[in-house]
């Protein structure tokens, strides 16, 4: 699976937009961009993924540059129950495949 | 409400006794996980399911033992033989069998520490 890079730490006010960022210049042809999110102590929970074409949810939309070397997660109208630790995982879809986390940026939503 | 459910949420055992975390799931997904996580790491696959009575080992295996009697089920066994088993232990499901396989999705956790 590709490398991913994010920053380590990013801060929002309430309210606003999360803009998270996530590189993954080696990403092949068949691998997905997942986002996860967790949130101390607890499971880490499914956010959003895509192959090539922006996908939007519930939750987020994710946007994928052209060359696929890197996407944003945005949060459109982030709350204080958004602070977590977000990761970005690329990854084939393929039952053994290992779901790697790397470091994530952890998020701090700010009143 | 679908999901998995782990138990208990969190785990005392002394040094040198077996235990085991339940995992459950009404999701209706053939593939189950293990997965630990330390503080401030990210996750290491212990097992994966892909279908009921088959199981692989992942990259830490050793010390740990599972068994996928049933779809809905995939229970893990802490043994002694696991010389750092505290941590926060994860499982995850995802629809698919073999090849291509769903999202998946984890369960609250199980924190076991060894006293």
Redesign the interface.
């Known amino acids: 699976d590709a490398k991913t890079t994010q920053p380590t730490s990013m801060d929002c006010a309430e309210g606003r937009a999360a803009n998270l960022p996530c590189n993954h210049s080696t990403i092949s042809g068949n691998e997905y961009v997942y986002w996860y999110r967790q949130i101390h102590s607890q499971g880490p929970q499914y956010i959003i993924h895509g192959l090539k074409n922006n996908e939007t949810n519930e939750m987020a939309s994710l946007i994928i540059t052209e060359d696929r070397k890197s996407s944003t997660l945005i949060l459109p109208h982030a709350t204080l129950r958004d602070t977590a630790v977000y990761y970005c995982i690329v990854r084939t879809p393929y039952t053994g495949n290992m779901l790697t986390f790397g470091g994530g940026t952890r998020l701090m939503v700010k009143p | 409400d679908g999901g998995?459910t782990?138990s208990p949420k969190y785990l005392f055992r002394k040094e040198g006794q077996n235990v085991t975390l339940s995992c459950e799931q009404n999701l209706n997904h053939d593939?189950m996980?293990w997965?630990r996580q330390d503080p401030g790491q990210?996750?290491?696959?212990i097992y994966?399911s892909?279908i009921v009575n088959d199981f692989?080992k992942?990259?830490i295996a050793e010390g740990y033992s599972v068994s996928r009697e049933k779809k809905e089920s995939f229970p893990l066994t802490v043994t002694s033989a696991q010389k750092n088993p505290t941590a926060?232990y994860?499982c995850?499901s995802?629809s698919?069998?073999?090849?291509?396989?769903?999202?998946?999705?984890?369960?609250?956790?199980t924190?076991l520490t060894v006293l």
């Open positions: 998995i782990q593939a996980y997965y990210g996750l290491r696959l994966y892909q692989q992942g990259d926060f994860l995850a995802s698919g069998g073999t090849g291509i396989t769903g999202t998946q999705y984890f369960g609250p956790g924190r």
